[in-house]
């Protein structure tokens, strides 16, 4: 017999995830590795964020960590098994790792990172794929593959979207590991909190954004936003243009516009949306 989703998150071993008020939680927990990733943390993650988006009950997801720190990147166990592996090996785990970046990019629903700690290397990674970050002023970060031979292969491919290619360059050419006032001026982060106010401010934004907006319209601008890099001007415009007149006909924009006509307050998670 086949486990329910909601078995399988109760066997998690280095994830957790819980909804709370709409705001689906996921934790890394493996706080006595600093969190750091390997093939079962990474198969976790990807089932903790498919439920998440296919929970009714959540409308916006958070990441954050147990312990110290957010991330610390690969584990050192877990690289040095890395060595023994053939390159399909290498390819496939790659793509393991690849496959979590793009479902976290492209989920439906909006992702915060909560950054408590430091954040390095496929921790970094994590941090700044999330469509919003806050972290606390302690928090380093980092993109430091280069220092052991390595290289930021996968993340590349995000920051040049997210942050232009001279300061992706500055990043993972240097491998320097900065601030998170530097993080937050470079564009990875969005925002910073005290340690002891952190969980709230995350809270309230993803409250806010519960109550204020529509989930629909949050999902369509999310996804749009990943698709029209990849156009060409014309086709991007003409897909823009689709996408408007598509919304027109939505359900949520006929409610939005009918209470702003109205003058009246309109409270999305009340309304369903």
């Given amino acids: 017999m086949e486990n329910t989703p909601t078995e399988d998150l109760q066997a998690l071993r280095y994830v957790r ?5 709409a705001v689906g939680y996921i934790t890394l927990n493996r706080p006595e590795k600093r969190n750091a990733l390997n093939s079962d ?3 976790e993650l990807k089932l903790a964020f498919e439920y998440a988006e296919d929970d009714e009950t959540c ?5 954050r960590a147990a312990g110290d720190a957010f991330c610390a990147g690969a584990d050192l166990a877990y690289i040095q098994e890395l060595q023994g592996f053939s390159y399909t090996d290498n390819l496939s785990d790659s793509t393991h790792l690849m496959q979590l970046f793009h479902q976290i990019y492209t989920l439906k629903k909006v992702v915060i990172g909560q950054v408590q700690g430091h954040a390095l290397a496929g921790g970094c990674g994590l941090a700044s794929i999330c469509d919003f970050a806050f ?3 302690e928090a380093k970060f980092g ?4 220092k052991i031979g390595f290289i930021p292969a996968i993340v590349s491919v995000f ?3 997210k942050i232009g290619e001279a300061r992706t360059k500055h990043l993972l050419l240097t491998g320097d590991v900065i601030s998170a006032q530097a993080a937050l001026d470079f564009g990875l982060i969005n925002f910073l909190a005290p340690k002891e106010e952190l969980a709230e401010m995350v809270r309230a934004f993803a409250r806010r954004l519960c109550v204020e907006n529509s989930a629909q319209s949050m999902e369509t601008t999310k996804e749009m936003l990943a698709r029209i890099p990849e156009m060409p001007l014309e086709e991007s ?4 243009a689709q996408m408007n007149a598509e919304a027109r006909g939505s359900n949520d924009c006929r409610r939005g516009i009918a209470a702003f006509l109205n003058k009246e307050k309109i409270i999305w998670e009340d309304a369903g949306a």
């Fill in 17 to 21: 995830y819980e909804c709370q008020a």
């Fill in 41 to 43: 943390m990474v198969s």
């Fill in 59 to 63: 409308k916006v997801v958070v990441l």
């Fill in 135 to 137: 972290a606390v002023p």
């Fill in 143 to 146: 993109y430091t593959e280069v």
């Fill in 159 to 161: 920051l040049l979207r």
């Fill in 237 to 240: 415009l003409r897909y823009a």
